[in-house]
C-alpha cells in the first residue's frame, strides 16, 4: 500500500485532532515567536521537549511529525556549513577572504538549524491534525479583518490552504523524479559537488512542470464542480472556544512568556 506523504492530514481522536482549527493556528503563531525567542542552552532543551510533547499529543507518529525534516537533511547541513563559515565574530578561528569560522558562527549555525527544524514540525503537526476544508476557514478567519479593505479574503484562504496542501505533494513528486534520475545513471549519493549539482539541476524542469500539471488538474476539477468566484461563499465557520481551547493558549502563552523572560 502506498503510504500517504508527510503533511497530509491524518484523521484521529487527539486532543490536537478536536482542537478549533483558527485557535490552532493562533497557536501555531505563538509557538513560532517561542521559537524564535530561544536563545539560550536551557530555552533550546525546553524547546525540544515541548516539541516532544506537542508529537506525542498529536498521536500521528513520529515520522508524520518530523517526515519533512529528515528530508531536508542536506538543506540544513547547507545553511549550518553557511552559518558556520560567514557569521562574522570577533574570535574567528582563522579568518580566509570571505571565510571567518569561528564558536559563535558555529553556535548561531545549530541555533538556526533548530529553529527551522522545531518549525517545520509544529507545521507539519498542525497539517496532519486539522482537515484542509478547516485551515481554509481558519486562515479566512484569521484575515477576515482585510474585508474592509476590499481584498478577496475567501479567494485569498483559499489560495494559501491549497498551497499548504501542495507542499508534502510536490516532496512526493520530487522524490519520485530523484529515482527516476537516479534509476538513468544521475549520481546524488555521489561526494563529489560537481556530480551531485549535475544531478539535481535536471530536477527542476520536472518538478516545475509537475506542479503547474497539478494546478491545472485542481482548477479544472474545481470548476467541474461548480466552484466560482463570482459567487458570494456562504458564512465561514465559526470560533469554537472551549476548555482544551483556553488550556491549550494559556500554556502556549506560558512556554512564549518563559522563553521571552527566562531563556
Not at 174 to 201: C, H, W, Y
Not at 223 to 239: L, Q
Amino acid at each position: 500500500m502506498k503510504q500517504l506523504p508527510d503533511g497530509i492530514y491524518l484523521d484521529g481522536d487527539s486532543l490536537l485532532h478536536k482542537l478549533d482549527a483558527t485557535v490552532k493556528l493562533l497557536l501555531f503563531i505563538i509557538l513560532i515567536a517561542a521559537v524564535i525567542a530561544a536563545d539560550s542552552l536551557p530555552g533550546y532543551i525546553a524547546l525540544f521537549l515541548f516539541t516532544a510533547s506537542i508529537c506525542i499529543l498529536s498521536k500521528i507518529g513520529i515520522k508524520a511529525a518530523v517526515g519533512n525534516v529528515l528530508r531536508l537533511f542536506w538543506f540544513f547541513v547547507t545553511i549550518f556549513i553557511m552559518n558556520l563559515l560567514f557569521f562574522k565574530a570577533e574570535n574567528a578561528w582563522i579568518s580566509f577572504w570571505i571565510f571567518n569560522p569561528s564558536f559563535d558562527g558555529l553556535m548561531q549555525g545549530i541555533k538556526v538549524v533548530a529553529r527551522v527544524a522545531a518549525l517545520l514540525v509544529f507545521s507539519n503537526i498542525v497539517n496532519s491534525t486539522t482537515p484542509p476544508l478547516e485551515v481554509t476557514s481558519a486562515i479566512e478567519n484569521m484575515i477576515s479583518s482585510l474585508r474592509f479593505l476590499r481584498v478577496p479574503v475567501s479567494q485569498l484562504a483559499l489560495i494559501l490552504s491549497v498551497s499548504i496542501q501542495f507542499i508534502p505533494i510536490l516532496f512526493e513528486e520530487a522524490d519520485m523524479i530523484k529515482k527516476a534520475q537516479t534509476a538513468r545513471g544521475a549520481q546524488f549519493e555521489s561526494k563529489r559537488l560537481p556530480d551531485k549539482a549535475k544531478a539535481v539541476v535536471p530536477m527542476v524542469v520536472p518538478i516545475f512542470v509537475a506542479a503547474f500539471k497539478r494546478a491545472d488538474e485542481l482548477s479544472l476539477a474545481m470548476e467541474a464542480r461548480g466552484y466560482r468566484v463570482d459567487v458570494k461563499f456562504k458564512k465561514r465557520k465559526a470560533v469554537h472556544i472551549g476548555g482544551n481551547e483556553i488550556v491549550s493558549f494559556l500554556i502556549c502563552v506560558a512556554f512564549l512568556t518563559v522563553q521571552i523572560m527566562f531563556f
